[in-house]
Every structure is written in C-alpha cells, then in structure tokens.
C-alpha cells in the first residue's frame, strides 16, 4: 500500500520510514541540513510555528543527488528539489536571457533529465518559489523571466508545452535562492483545467512574453490511492484579475475556482474529491490580512477545514491571496 499523506509531522518524529521529502515554510532559515526538505523562506502566519508538509510512500526509498537535485524514490514516486543561485549566471550576455531566466532553464532542464534517467517521466506537480518575484529588472517582471525560461526548457526536453502539463505553483519568498520541488510518476495523470479560466498556457501576451506552463490540478492514480494535486489558485476569471484591491472577494473568488476545478477533476477522472477533503496551503500578500482570509475559508469550506496560512508574494502583483490544495484518497 501507499500512504501519501501531507501533513505537518517533522521530520526526525519516526516519520522518515517511506520519507520520500517535502518542504519547510519558515522566516528563519533551517536549525538542521535536512536535504529531504526544501526551505521555502516564507513566514507562517496561522500559529507560532513553522509550516512543514511532508510526503510518505511505502516501502523502501532509495535517495540520490545529481545536478544539485536531492532526491529520494520508490516504486512509484519520486520527489526532488533543487535550489540554484541565479548570480551564477550575472556575467551572461544579455542576449541569453536574465540570470533568473538562465538558472530556470538550466534547473528544468536538469530536472527533466533526472527524470528521464530514472525513469519518472510523468511529473504530477512543480513547486516554484523565489525572492522578488514581482520586482522589475532588466525591463521584465522577475515571474516574467521565470515564465521565459521554464518555456524554453520545456521545449528543449521535448515537453508538452500546452494540454497535459504538470500542476503547479509560483511564488514570491523573501529571500533565498531559487527553489523548485516536483512530484513525478511512472504513470501518466491526468490534467485538469478550469472552466472558468483560460489555460495558463493560453494566457495573452500582456502577462509577458511566454505564458505560464501549469494546469489546474493533477490527479494520479498510484498503487490503490489517488493523489490529487490543486495548483495555486487565485482571483483570475478568463484570464483577468478580479477584485483588484479587495482580498475578501479575492479569496471568494479562489474559492468559486477551486470549486469548479474539483467538478471538473470529479467529471474527467472517477475521483470523488470535495473542497473538504483537500489539505489547503494559503498563500497571503499582506500578513494582517489573515482573519479576514481565514474567516472567509472556515465559512465556506467549514470550520474543520486544514488549511495552513503563509506568507508571500504572489507572482501578479495585483493578486493578494492563493489556495493549493492536496489530498491522497482510497482509489476505490
Ligand atoms: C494564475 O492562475 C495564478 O506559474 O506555475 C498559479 C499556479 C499561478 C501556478 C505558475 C502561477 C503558476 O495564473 C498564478
């Protein structure tokens, strides 16, 4: 059996059995080198505490480092994370693109490789987090540059670049390197989009010169269990922010297209996925706008709700909140 569970166990609490990784959410930067984690410099806002999801699967994890990508595997699995130092890069002529732009092409592009090594070409979900993300250099939003080069490596590794892409998120730390986690099978899953928003990978121009590459969501069917995996989810209908200025109607907004990704996730797949059933992280612009967020997430979701609030910039500079979401359910 698989036990994909995310939850907020640490690491070092008797849970590294079947540890295939996961990410810390927390201002400070780590007390302990836990390269089966990924530090993500992002404060929590919900409790005192740091954020900490992790993935288990059974059975018996092998682990390996390749191009700067800790990563660890079983059967059906595997999950790594690579970190990148951008200024590597300051001294490339322009015409090959921003620093951001080349250490984004260069970790997908390894990343790929990795997998194609390995033999986990399907990947279910990317997780990208970097610093600055909505500051302007070189004439180009930083999440612009990040859209440039993830492009181009997509390309260069024979990926899809619309339809079946992977789910994901992108958002703004407040420092540190930049930091991908991806989760990635044997087995193909299936991409969910939403009916209420064009693909990101058909978004106009006007949000830089190479579109975004994510679906909504992924669901993947693996050794009895399926794993559902809800990208970041914002107040964007069409392919507009709605309710600039205004985060209680944002995050309604985040709500009504979550909703709508799980009727579309339940109709494409066989999955019986509720807005209760998800682990939700909240991604929010300005800390103290977190009671109006929360009360707005308990309200609609329901108070048992398991949502963890954060910190961050999110990659349009008029958004003010985000919601992911995850769940590992019975496949039968
Ligand atoms: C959006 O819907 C909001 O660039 O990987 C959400 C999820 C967003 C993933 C990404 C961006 C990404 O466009 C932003």
Request: with cysteine; hydrophobic share 45%.
């Amino acid at each position: 059996m698989l036990n994909v569970s995310y939850g907020s166990a640490l690491p070092g609490e008797g849970q590294d059995f079947g540890l295939l990784g996961g990410l810390i959410f927390s201002a400070l930067p780590p007390i302990a080198d836990t390269p089966a984690f990924a530090h993500i410099a992002m404060a929590r806002l919900d409790q005192d505490a740091l954020l900490c999801e992790s993935l288990h699967g059974n059975g018996v994890i092998r682990t390996g480092l390749l191009n700067d990508i800790h990563y660890r595997f079983n059967d059906h699995l595997l999950f790594g994370i690579v970190t990148i130092d951008e200024n590597l890069f300051a001294g490339t002529p322009k015409q090959d693109g921003t620093p951001l732009q080349i250490a984004t092409r260069q970790a997908y592009r390894h990343i790929f490789s990795l997998l194609h090594a390995q033999g986990f070409p399907y990947v279910l979900r990317f997780w990208n987090y970097m610093a600055d993300i909505n500051a302007v250099t070189d004439d180009l939003e930083r999440y612009r540059q990040f859209n440039l080069g993830r492009q181009q490596a997509f390309a260069e590794s024979g990926q899809a670049v619309a339809g079946n892409v992977p789910a994901a998120c992108a958002l703004g730390t407040a420092s540190g390197p930049l930091t991908i986690t991806f989760l990635a099978g044997r087995q193909p899953s299936v991409a969910i989009e939403n009916p209420r928003q064009i693909s990101a990978y058909d978004y106009p121009e006007q949000y830089g010169p190479r579109s975004p590459l994510f679906s909504r969501a992924s669901v993947a069917t693996v050794d009895q269990h399926r794993i559902f995996l809800l990208s970041g989810t914002a107040s964007i209908v069409g392919h507009e922010t709605r309710h600039t200025g205004d985060v209680a109607a944002q995050t309604t907004e985040s709500l009504a297209n979550i909703a709508a990704v799980l009727t579309e996730a339940n109709l494409k797949t066989n999955a019986q996925c509720a807005l209760q059933a998800l682990d939700y992280i909240v991604y929010i612009r300005h800390a103290e706008d977190i009671a109006q967020v929360r009360q707005i997430i308990e309200q609609q979701v329901g108070p048992a709700v398991r949502a963890a609030y954060v910190q961050a910039d999110i990659c349009r500079a008029d958004l003010l909140v985000e919601i992911e979401g995850s769940a590992a359910l019975s496949a039968n």
